[in-house]
């Protein structure tokens, strides 16, 4: 393949490479091969994931999410082994950058954007990102375990599966406590989730602030993710006795928490109407072509 043009972003460092293809007609169906070979940190652009940018219209995959009369573009988003994953919660801010600082829309109004978990919506402040997550999906209790240590974790969907486990009183988060440097996938339950999952290790820092580090399906551990975020915030309103009260209206009802990860902090709200809304920042820091 000849040149092409990429850029590179994150939030909150979780890394991605960009890759405009707006008429669907640079990269067609994604090879997970040139993914992997994109995120490649020694010898690639290196990154955590791919996010295509693609018109909704122009991607019959994109059509089956996302109606393109709602959202004009859709984020084809890839994990950096090159597998596929419905949502990113940085991805999806990181994306809303890259689209207003193009010109691609309107700023200073709502940015809807397809995403294989739904159309989320997504409004700029300044530096700071805000992204409607939607509603969370609580699927129960379930167990994850590195090498010899086992956790009890809370099963939550956020258009991704993920497993949140606390880690008990006294356990360190860092490398060299039980959690280890987590180079390996943690073992989950397989008819749980039969595509995989992310696996957040949390440790409580004080009222409404948690500290986690995340492995992520498809990816390993990166430094950041707000699907996590999201899902560690929901598992942690439910462990506070803090779920949302639909009878409340407004912030008083929403549960908030500020979640700090190796890359940054996210703030994540649980509302009353049952939406998550998670705020961090989202930058672009180079762009460039390439024949990978
Ligand atoms: N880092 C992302 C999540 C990316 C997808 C995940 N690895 C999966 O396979 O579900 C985020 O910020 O949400």
Redesign the pocket.
Known sequence: MSEYPFLKGH?TE?DFVLLPDHDGTVHGDLDPARVARLCDRRAGIGG??VLRVVRTEAYAAAREHADPREAEWFMD?R?SDG?????????VRVFARHLLEEGLVEPGRPIPVGTRAGVKVIEVDGDRITVDMGRPRLLGDTEVAVGPARWAATHVD?G??HAVAFLGDGESLAADGPVGALAEEPAYDRAVYPH?V?VEFVQRRGAGHVAMR?H????GE?R???????AVAVATALADGRRPDASDTGEAGDATYRIDLPGGTLEISWTADDRVLMTGPAVVVARGTTAL
């Open positions: 939030g979780n955590d994931g988003y994990n597998s596929l994953s419905e949502m990113c919660g940085n991805g956020m991704n599966p995989g992310n995340v992520e399906r498809g990816s990166t950041s993710c707000g699907t996590g975020a999201c």
